[in-house]
Structure formats: C-alpha cells, structure tokens
C-alpha cells in the first residue's frame, strides 16, 4: 500500500515567517502533486513535479522532488494570512489520474 | 465557469436512508473520481469511472456503496442504508484524459454528508 506521510501535522505562525512542509514515502512515484485546500472548498492544484530533484516556483512557493521520487517539499517565503489553508500532496502517475493523497498539513498564518 | 459541479453541498440523513450525490464534470471530461475526506484528514480514493465503466474501485466499501456514470447525466455516487460513519466530505474530480503525468484534476467543491 502506498501512503505519503506529511510533516508537520498542524503549524501555526506569524504573518512573515517561513515554513516547510514535508510530505514522505517509502513508494516511489512518477509524479507528486501539492493542492491547497480552503474550508468547505475542494481542493486546488499548486504544482506538479515529475522529475527527480526538481524544483519549482510559485510566487513565494518552492516546491522540490526527491532525486528518488518519494519524497517532496513545500517551502513557503514571507508566510501571509492568505496562505492559511489545508497543504496536501498526492502521489500518482500511474496508468490512470488515481492520486494518493498525503495526510494533510493544516497552516494558520496569524497577521 | 463550468467547472466540476456536486450537488447538493450539504445532505443530511437518518440512519437507514439512502444518500444520492451528483457530480457533473467539466464540460467534455469523460474521468471522474469520487474520494472521500474526514475531518482534517486528507483525502481517500473511493472510486474511478469513465464514461459507463468503473475503471478502478479499489477505495469503494464492499457494501451498500456504488457509483455510475452513464452516458448521459451526471455521476451518482449512490450509499444505501447510511451509518453515522459515513458522515464525511465526498468530493468529486474529473479530467479529460487518464495516465499523463501533467494532467490535471479538477476538484467539484464537495457534498457534506450528516448523517442523524
């Protein structure tokens, strides 16, 4: 069984800080996906990597894959309130769009 | 926007009732996936469909779940005598094609189930 394992659980900071997220596997997969997720909302894609040792950028958002494929990270710059939102990345890439996704990591940004 | 639309968003029911929850996927997308998400816990894979076939359903219970996508109409993801513990958040997502690693699902906002 696949599972991605996401670290930390929960995080709260301060309007400015900077955080990382982790999200970890034993599996290797062909490509990992990070979606934020708003209350009562679905959840939206951010980025998808698919080559070992990637690393991409989204404003204040860098994103990396493991140079194996089984681990990935979300670092976050300068953290604002908008950036309050559930983090969850999702492994895939199979003959199908079946993602598994990680165990969430819930940041509250406080202004 | 024609985006993924579930409805009903909230559904409430007593134990013993059957839930109906409808998604209708982007515009000339023909794979949908049904996961299911607890309280601050990511989501589950329940079930994969493309236009009249369940393609993977690994993720479905055994029993009193099903889901259908005919050819025309919405998905229905459909639970027979409900329990408590199928109170959770069903989101629905669909994409026009399956195996390309850019590809890119498209969430519906998701149905509350509560069940009373």
């Known amino acids: 069984t696949q599972l991605l394992k996401q670290s930390p659980q929960f995080l709260s900071i301060q309007e400015g800080e900077n955080l990382t997220v982790y999200c970890n596997s034993s599996?290797?997969?062909?490509?990992l996906q990070w979606y934020r997720q708003e209350p009562g909302e679905g959840p939206v894609l951010l980025v998808t990597?698919?080559?070992?040792?990637e690393v991409k950028k989204l404003k204040r958002l860098t994103f990396q894959f493991g140079d194996a494929r089984k681990d990935s990270s979300l670092h976050i710059t300068a953290a604002q309130p908008g950036d309050t939102g559930l983090y969850l990345c999702?492994?895939?890439?199979?003959?199908?769009?079946?993602?598994?996704f990680g165990t969430g990591t819930l940041l509250a940004v406080q202004p | 926007n024609a985006g993924v639309m579930q409805n009903p968003r909230h559904l409430v029911r007593r134990r013993g009732q059957e839930a109906r929850l409808r998604c209708s996927p982007v515009?000339?997308?023909?794979?949908v996936y049904w996961y299911r998400q607890l309280p601050e816990e990511g989501l589950k894979f329940m079930v994969y469909?493309?236009?009249?076939?369940?393609?993977?359903e690994s993720g479905m219970p055994k029993e009193r779940f099903s889901a259908e996508f005919p050819k025309e109409g919405p998905s229905i993801l459909r639970i027979q005598q409900v329990v408590r513990g199928d109170s959770a958040a069903y989101f629905c997502?669909?994409?026009?094609?399956?195996?390309?690693?850019?590809?890119?699902?498209?969430f519906g906002s998701g149905t509350q189930l509560s069940v009373l």
């Open positions: 997502a669909s994409s026009p094609v399956a195996g390309s690693l850019n590809e890119k699902l498209f």
């Open positions: 599996s290797v997969f062909s490509s």
């Open positions: 990597v698919v080559t070992g040792g």
């Open positions: 999702a492994g895939g890439g199979g003959a199908t769009n079946k993602l598994i």
């Open positions: 515009k000339g997308h023909s794979h």
């Open positions: 469909l493309q236009k009249e076939n369940i393609i993977d």
